[in-house]
């Protein structure tokens, strides 16, 4: 996803990295969605940035960027397969399960919640942010869409005819937000019961105090996420091993 973010507060030609992301609020007068992006810089210092909820597709955990914009170098551990047991044991929790050696240092960050998964003898730590990015939200449709209890009544209708998903899209949205990726995982989350529940458990968790107005810097209640049809399955993904755990 191509974006470019504005009042940029770095230095020209500085590089920061996504170190971490916080769950969305409703901000100022018109109550928008955002969120709090957490970036290092290259001493070590942490800053906090307001960034629109809809952005969330641009983020992910270790990427460098410049001048506003993904490099499209991410430094954090290295690429893996993960592949899944039968019965993995998935639970949430706070993110204190984060291994003490990647620092999160506020109480803000360490509300936020992940999903710890229990499989072949590792424990994976995944925060459920990243689980929303990577599942449910694509492009800034279906993030925007995600915090609303509708399920795309807004934007399509939807009909399954003889094991094939039709989608009519209002005429309100833009083609070019329309990727195959994008249509594909709507009619997933549309029709696969697992990916609909799952998808319904994030609503849930912003209907239950959620999204109220931020206050000195702190969220009202921290999102919760479970990746769908993990028993079985496998992820290719980028991820530090501390130990017996994968971050």
């Keep these: 996803m191509d ?12 590089d920061v990295y996504l170190h971490w ?11 928008q969605w955002q969120m709090q992006a957490v970036f290092r810089r290259e001493n070590g210092t942490l800053h906090d940035l307001a960034m629109p909820w809809g952005a969330l597709p641009a983020f992910r955990l270790g990427w460098a960027y410049r001048e506003g914009k993904p490099t499209g ?3 954090l551990g290295t690429r893996m397969q993960i592949r899944f047991c039968s019965s993995p044991k998935v639970s949430i929790c706070d993110a204190i399960s984060v291994p003490r050696q990647y620092e999160l240092r506020t109480r803000f960050n360490l509300r936020e919640k992940c999903v710890v998964i229990w499989n072949r003898g590792e424990r994976i730590v995944v925060p459920c942010l990243e689980v929303i990015r990577a599942y449910f939200a694509p492009n800034r449709m279906m993030a925007a869409e995600l915090l609303g209890p509708d399920l795309f009544t807004d934007v399509c209708t939807s009909t ?15 083609i070019a937000s329309l990727s195959i990726e994008v249509v594909k995982r709507m009619a997933v989350v549309l029709f696969d019961g697992e990916f609909r529940a799952a998808w ?3 609503w849930a968790s912003v209907s239950n105090g959620g999204g109220e107005n931020m206050r000195n810097g702190e969220y009202a209640h921290p999102l919760h996420a479970e990746p769908p049809a993990i028993p079985g399955s496998s992820w290719v993904v980028r991820g530090m091993k501390i ?5």
Aim: charged share 30%.
């Design 3 to 14: 974006m470019k973010f504005k009042d940029w507060p770095f230095d020209k030609n500085e």
């Design 21 to 31: 992301l916080r769950s969305p609020y409703h901000a100022g007068q018109h109550k």
């Design 73 to 75: 170098v991410n430094h």
């Design 160 to 174: 399954l005819t003889t094991g094939h998903a039709h989608l009519k899209f209002s005429e309100r949205v833009a």
């Design 200 to 202: 319904k458990k994030v």
């Design 243 to 247: 130990e017996k755990t994968i971050l």
